[in-house]
């Protein structure tokens, strides 16, 4: 469960920020990479190794889950201390190659060919694009009479003083990904309640902000007395509950990247080549 957000500020550009939620305490490494040719600034969760970031040319990205059962799950797969047999998030590996192109809209045609599952700001001073994509079934559920389909959209957001998005863990353009409304599960129906909830709250705090250095404060917020409907969730990983374990901003105009950590190490790591 993640909260991401984008605004379009006057002589600013877009700017994005996001409240990254997990169900462990993550290491996160804050990587300068030269690969290709081509130097990107990212996030790194040592465990898993998902990534978000942007690139020398202003290309930032931003992603939400819309399977978050899955998103859940992936600690699972992660030993102590040290990715289990090599296990790699296929959802960062592509947002890492995302990240080599120049344009938001070349990144866009590699995040759709490579079938990102989520809702994803895909950005830089002048543009911003969000993808909501996902699949028809489930993996396990596929079959010949039920396959699985990635399907997806596209949206340019207009370069307007003050025009934002907000997304969470349901989809807006397709509102058959995500967390559904009605489920008959309690489970998954206070889910949807909480991803609604959720982005009701960052909507409202977002839309008052007059400066990019006001965007992940807008996101800092526990309005509501039940702990889950925040944008900054606060809970007990123990207990296999989704805390926010950082805030990550995203400025293209200035070519910088911001982390907060609430509960995550921080390790910076420079000129990789990989």
Same mark, same amino acid.
């Given at each position: 469960?993640?909260?991401?957000?984008?605004?379009?500020?006057?002589?600013?550009?877009?700017?994005?920020?996001?409240?990254?939620?997990?169900?462990?305490?993550?290491?996160?490494?804050?990587?300068?990479?030269?690969?290709?040719?081509?130097?990107?600034?990212?996030?790194?969760?040592?465990?898993?190794?998902?990534?978000?970031? *942007?690139?020398?040319? $202003?290309?930032?990205?931003? &992603?939400?889950?819309?399977?978050?059962?899955?998103?859940? #799950?992936? @600690? !699972?797969?992660?030993?102590?201390?040290?990715?289990?047999?090599?296990?790699?998030?296929?959802?960062?590996?592509?947002?890492?190659?995302?990240?080599?192109?120049?344009?938001?809209?070349?990144?866009?045609?590699?995040?759709?060919?490579?079938?990102?599952?989520?809702?994803?700001?895909?950005?830089?001073?002048?543009?911003?694009?969000?993808?909501?994509?996902?699949?028809?079934?489930?993996?396990?559920?596929?079959?010949?009479?039920?396959?699985?389909?990635?399907?997806?959209?596209?949206?340019?957001?207009?370069?307007?003083?003050?025009?934002?998005?907000?997304?969470?863990?349901?989809?807006?353009? *397709?509102?058959?990904? $995500?967390?559904?409304?009605? &489920?008959?599960?309690?489970?998954?129906?206070?889910?949807? #309640?909480? @991803? !609604?909830?959720?982005?009701?709250?960052?909507?409202?705090?977002?839309?008052?902000?007059?400066?990019?250095?006001?965007?992940?404060?807008?996101?800092?917020?526990?309005?509501?007395?039940?702990?889950?409907?925040?944008?900054?969730?606060?809970?007990?990983?123990?207990?296999?509950?989704?805390?926010?374990?950082?805030?990550?901003?995203?400025?293209?105009?200035?070519?910088?990247?911001?982390?907060?950590?609430?509960?995550?190490?921080?390790?910076?790591?420079?000129?990789?080549?990989?």
């Amino acid at each position: 469960m993640c909260v991401i957000a984008v605004k379009y500020f006057k002589n600013i550009g877009w700017v994005g920020a996001k409240n990254r939620d997990r169900n462990y305490q993550p290491k996160i490494n804050i990587v300068q990479s030269n690969r290709m040719g081509v130097q990107r600034l990212y996030i790194d969760d040592e465990l898993t190794r998902y990534t978000e970031g *942007l690139n020398e040319f $202003g290309v930032c990205i931003l &992603s939400a889950a819309l399977s978050v059962k899955d998103d859940e #799950k992936e @600690s !699972e797969k992660i030993e102590p201390g040290q990715r289990k047999n090599g296990y790699m998030s296929p959802d960062g590996k592509t947002i890492r190659d995302a990240l080599l192109l120049k344009s938001p809209s070349d990144a866009v045609k590699k995040i759709i060919e490579k079938e990102l599952s989520g809702s994803t700001f895909v950005f830089n001073d002048k543009e911003c694009y969000i993808i909501e994509g996902g699949f028809t079934v489930k993996k396990a559920d596929a079959s010949k009479n039920r396959p699985r389909k990635y399907i997806y959209t596209v949206k340019q957001l207009d370069a307007v003083d003050g025009n934002f998005a907000v997304r969470t863990n349901h989809g807006i353009q *397709l509102p058959q990904l $995500g967390y559904q409304p009605n &489920s008959d599960d309690k489970e998954k129906a206070l889910s949807r #309640k909480s @991803s !609604e909830i959720r982005r009701k709250y960052a909507h409202s705090n977002v839309a008052k902000c007059s400066d990019p250095t006001e965007m992940m404060n807008a996101l800092a917020v526990f309005p509501d007395k039940n702990k889950f409907m925040n944008p900054i969730r606060l809970g007990d990983v123990s207990k296999g509950e989704m805390v926010t374990t950082g805030q990550l901003q995203l400025v293209p105009f200035e070519k910088t990247m911001h982390y907060r950590p609430l509960y995550s190490h921080i390790e910076v790591k420079y000129n990789k080549i990989n």
